[in-house]
């Protein structure tokens, strides 16, 4: 929301005040509310023949009024959905991106991608630069070394199912190899030694394929390009994408590639350059 409840004679007499710093304005009225995703995902679902939306305060709701015209009759129907919030004061989660790497991509392309893993809990994501090549694989924790699982399930063997794309296939890839070491110093989790060649980023699936299905499907036809930023297992992943009136972000944990060692979470990463590799296998 762009500012708390004020009363109409508040507003002008701050807007005559702050008229020389518009900016200051801005962020004074800057008001942040706490809302159920749930609760708020049949309200901005695509709807057809919107003139325009209304959101208010009513008591301890927001209140989304739209406009619809009625095609054919030209009848202007007013229809309101009323959504509890409550204040958001607490910290909001901040992932420095400076010296990252970056993966810009079509909202679609990751999810085909990722549509054979969808009953996964969590996936690894392999950045291979060698072979320009982003591979995502089902992972489970009873894949880790012995001594960083608890060892409830060792001994099963479970099915893995690996997808991949091409850099040709995402609008822009910015991989990089190498690290600052005074920058790295305050983070706690050095890099993996074959950083040059690729990165390993496992984390859950849930979220991210929400993020990636509301910019797809956000307007229509058209789709918001997804950002993916990151450095290395361990560090957060920021995941965020720009319309013409908003932008959103979702900070990711990732797991510590410390505890990856050296299994072998992709086949993509022993295999030799100079092999075309599938786009999708079963192993």
């Known amino acids: 929301c762009s500012s708390a409840p004020s009363s109409s004679a508040s507003r002008r007499r701050k807007r005559k005040k702050n008229q020389t710093d518009d900016s200051q304005e801005v962020e004074d009225e800057r008001w942040t509310v706490r809302i159920a995703m749930k609760a708020l ?11 325009n939306l209304h959101v ?25 959905h009323k959504v509890g919030y409550s204040p958001a004061k607490g910290v909001a989660a901040v992932a420095s991106t400076e010296g990252a790497s970056e993966l810009v991509v079509q909202p679609n392309v990751l999810t085909t991608m990722l549509e054979p893993l969808k009953r996964s809990i969590e996936i690894a994501i392999l950045v291979n630069d060698n072979h320009r090549l982003i591979s995502s694989v089902t992972f489970a924790h009873d894949d880790l070394p012995g001594d960083a699982t608890t060892g409830l399930n060792r001994g099963q063997t479970s099915l893995k199912t690996e997808t991949s794309v091409g850099y040709d296939d995402l609008v822009d890839v910015h991989y990089v190899g190498h ?13 993996p030694e074959d950083l040059k060649e690729q990165v390993v980023l496992v984390f859950t699936l849930k979220e991210f394929k929400a993020f990636l299905q509301y910019c797809s499907q956000a307007f229509g036809d058209q789709q918001l390009q997804v950002s993916i930023q990151f450095f290395w ?26 505890l990856l060692r050296d299994i072998k979470v992709s086949s993509t990463s022993s295999a030799p350059a100079s092999v075309p590799l599938p786009s999708s296998r079963q192993c």
């Open 56 to 80: 208010l305060t009513v008591g301890d709701h927001l209140a989304f009024e739209f406009q619809l015209e009625k095609a054919g009759s030209g009848s202007i129907v007013r229809v309101t």
């Open 179 to 191: 690290f600052d070491d005074s920058g790295d110093e305050n983070q706690g989790i050095p890099p």
């Open 41 to 51: 995902a049949a309200v901005v679902r695509p709807r057809k023949d919107v003139l």
């Open 233 to 258: 297992g361990g560090k957060p992943m920021l995941v965020k994408t720009t319309g013409e009136d908003f932008s959103a972000e979702l900070v990711m944990a990732t797991l510590d590639h410390q």
